[in-house]
């Protein structure tokens, strides 16, 4: 193998292996069925307030990204700079609601 | 397939015959496959445009019934979208080149690679069967605004498949370029000292993979309004209209800077070959590339001014919009700057970076005037608007996509083509294009509106003048083919390099071996643009 066909690893990676158990994985998916059912329940518990109804279902949701993301695709034992990638994403989906919350609420 | 200057080595000699080409998964010849499929739908593209030109010459009808022309201009935009402007040349050059330029012998996934063209083929099969299919092509306009996308009889809902499948293809590229920069770039080749091309496939890339999948949403959710009638956007289902522009802009704005930075990255690279000398403010080209990127997110709403959103809001997207003017004028500036007193040699691609720089200034500058709140709501919809944006995407990225095909030609080909014939070309797209699209700037402002087959007599002369522009555009492009096609066969041997550039693929033999590289490429210290290297 070449030097640079070598995979590299960046300096500070915990790309270790870090097998986590089937058991771990499970209660992370058995946590997801639970959020997606609150997210059902908000929806059609008909709560009044429907402005809240979509906040509570939209905090859901992301904490739902946020398990996924950290577990299954494993950001949580990656390298920093991967968590950094993942936190300027969620930033730029919150300035797209703000920008577009400025629309709606000022209308 | 390989009719090419072939050296024994080089990757065209390796395999032989169809499927060695379609189903390979080295860069090389996927950015090829690219390149003969986007440039096939290019010209359907033009030839869609030049009827409606033809159409336009007289008031009143002249070729076609309205309805057929809006479907011309639906299906024309698309097209030039969709499969021509977005993977045109991160797809093509990037493919072809970026491995090469960062010193590595592929892509990160060659197979994801060779997947990425198989979705363009099939999204573009798509596109294809709304002519042939139910009612026609779509006749929305290639922004499909609803509510008239949910109702419409035309063939909406295959055109929304085929955008949501190309989206993929785009996805596909983006990521596969963000993991080669990050993983597979030779060992001596730091981030800054990555050419700029590589930059702006970086941050191009960022946005492929991250605005892409919000237009895919939306577009399914048009299929779901459709085919299901679930009231998403249109009002009689308790939809809401302005919702969709949101969600479409979010999404198409930054697209633009898909069309515009890596046609940038490409000017950043010919004028250091041809001025023969390093660019000036290679950082500043660098952030601004990155910044672009970022502020171009924010400013969506700049499209949406006449559509009953909100004054304070618009007032905001107005603001934010001159913000991303900034990082595109610094690069202009480090162009030119660059230029300044460099031993400028003028062949066929600086050329084509000249015009680039020319008309990209109109649009930029007529960006402005549809930035600016005031003055859009006087010229949103007219003929302004088409002009703007033919000058940015058309004079500006389409111009440095040729300027790209006449530098690396010899790279990618091995041949050399007749300059003189190159630069014949060239004037004439030059001069056309400037005649096609500076009258639609002015008969625009003198509110000429968009998207309609007839116009008031008052509009004649300068609508005569735009669609004779066309027939001289059309001759130089026909020239400059028929040019590239003679060389690919005749052409004088080109060796390594024909410009004396100093970036990486320019060590390698023309066409380059299957592994990229026949020896180990030198790296300078002292940045990709090193022309004391020698
Ligand atoms: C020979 C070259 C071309 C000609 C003659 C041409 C002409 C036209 C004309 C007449 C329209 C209709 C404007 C309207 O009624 O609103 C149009 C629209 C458009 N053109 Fe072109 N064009 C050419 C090349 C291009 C290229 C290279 C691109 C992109 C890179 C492009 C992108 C578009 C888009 C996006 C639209 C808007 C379609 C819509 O309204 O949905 N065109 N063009
Ligand atoms: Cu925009």
Redesign the pocket.
């Known amino acids: 193998m070449a030097e640079k066909d070598k995979p590299r690893i960046l300096p500070g990676d915990k790309t270790g292996p870090h097998i986590v158990s089937y058991r771990f994985h499970f209660g992370i998916w058995l946590g997801l069925i639970i959020l997606t059912a609150m997210t059902v329940l908000v929806s059609v518990m008909g709560i009044s307030l429907i402005a809240f109804s979509v906040i509570t279902a939209l905090f859901i949701a992301s904490a739902k990204a946020w398990v996924v993301a950290s577990y299954f695709m494993h950001l949580k034992w990656d390298h920093i700079t991967y968590r950094i990638m993942g936190g300027i994403v969620m930033l730029l989906f919150l300035v797209f609601i703000i920008l577009t919350g400025i629309d709606y609420l000022t209308r | 397939m390989s009719i090419a200057a072939s050296h024994p080595s080089s990757f065209y000699a390796d395999k032989r015959g169809i499927l060695s080409w379609i189903f390979s998964t080295d860069h090389k010849r996927i950015g090829l496959l690219y390149f003969y499929a986007i440039f096939a739908f290019f010209l359907v593209?033009?030839v869609l445009?030049?009827l409606?030109?033809l159409e336009?010459i007289a008031p009143g009808r002249t070729i076609m019934e309205p309805q057929i022309y809006n479907q011309v201009?639906?299906l024309?935009?698309v097209i030039?979208?969709f499969l021509?402007?977005i993977p045109v040349i991160p797809a093509i050059f990037g493919n072809f080149f970026l491995p090469i330029m960062i010193g590595t012998d592929d892509v990160a996934f060659p197979k994801i690679n060779l997947l990425s063209w198989w979705i363009y083929v099939i999204g573009a099969i798509f596109a294809l069967l709304t002519l042939v299919v139910g009612d026609g092509p779509a006749d929305t306009?290639?922004?499909f605004y609803a509510p008239y996308s949910v109702k419409t009889g035309t063939n909406v809902t295959l055109a929304v498949l085929a955008a949501f499948i190309l989206g993929f293809s785009s996805i596909l590229t983006g990521l596969n370029f963000i993991v080669t920069i990050h993983r597979l770039r030779a060992p001596e080749m730091s981030w800054f000292r990555m050419p700029l091309f590589a930059w702006a496939l970086y941050a191009t890339s960022w946005i492929q993979l991250l605005a892409t999948p919000i237009v895919g949403i939306t577009l399914l959710m048009i299929v779901a309004e459709r085919v299901f009638g679930i009231g998403l956007f249109d009002p009689a289902l308790g939809g809401d209209p302005i919702l969709y522009q949101h969600l479409f802009w979010i999404y198409s704005h930054p697209a633009v800077y898909i069309m515009v930075l890596p046609a940038m990255g490409i000017i950043s690279e010919m004028i250091p070959t041809f001025a023969k000398r390093t660019i000036f403010g290679y950082r500043a080209i660098v952030w601004s590339s990155l910044a672009i990127a970022f502020i171009g997110y924010f400013v969506w709403g700049h499209h949406m001014f006449t559509s009953g959103m909100s004054g304070p809001a618009r007032v905001v997207f107005s603001l934010l919009t001159f913000l991303v003017a900034v990082p595109s004028a610094i690069k202009v500036f480090n162009w030119v700057a660059t230029l300044y007193q460099g031993s400028i040699d003028v062949r066929t691609p600086l050329l084509y970076t000249m015009a680039f720089i020319f008309q990209f200034l109109i649009g930029g500058l007529t960006g402005l005037v549809n930035g600016a709140l005031a003055t859009d709501v006087h010229v949103h919809d007219t003929y302004f608007v088409?002009g703007h944006?033919?000058y940015v995407?058309?004079g500006g990225?389409?111009f440095a996509f040729f300027g790209a095909m006449h530098y690396w030609f010899p790279k990618m080909f091995g041949r050399m083509y007749n300059e003189r014939t190159a630069n014949t070309a060239f004037t004439l797209l030059f001069i056309g294009f400037n005649i096609?699209y500076f009258p639609m700037l002015v008969v625009g402002i003198m509110g000429m509106p968009?998207?309609?087959y007839d116009y008031l007599p008052e509009f004649h002369l300068p609508n005569v003048i735009s669609t004779i522009g066309?027939w001289i555009?059309?001759a130089g492009l026909i020239l400059m083919i028929a040019n590239l096609i003679v060389a690919r066969r005749k052409g004088a041997i080109a060796g390594r390099n024909p410009w004396g550039g100093v970036t990486l693929e320019w060590q390698t033999p023309s066409p380059p071996p299957q592994h990229n590289f026949d020896e180990t490429p030198r790296l300078s210290e002292k940045g990709p643009y090193d022309f004391d290297l020698k």
């Open positions: 593209g033009v445009g030049l409606m030109r336009l201009f639906t024309h935009g030039m979208i021509f402007i306009g290639w922004t088409v944006f033919h995407m058309f990225t389409a096609l968009r998207r309609y066309s555009l059309a």
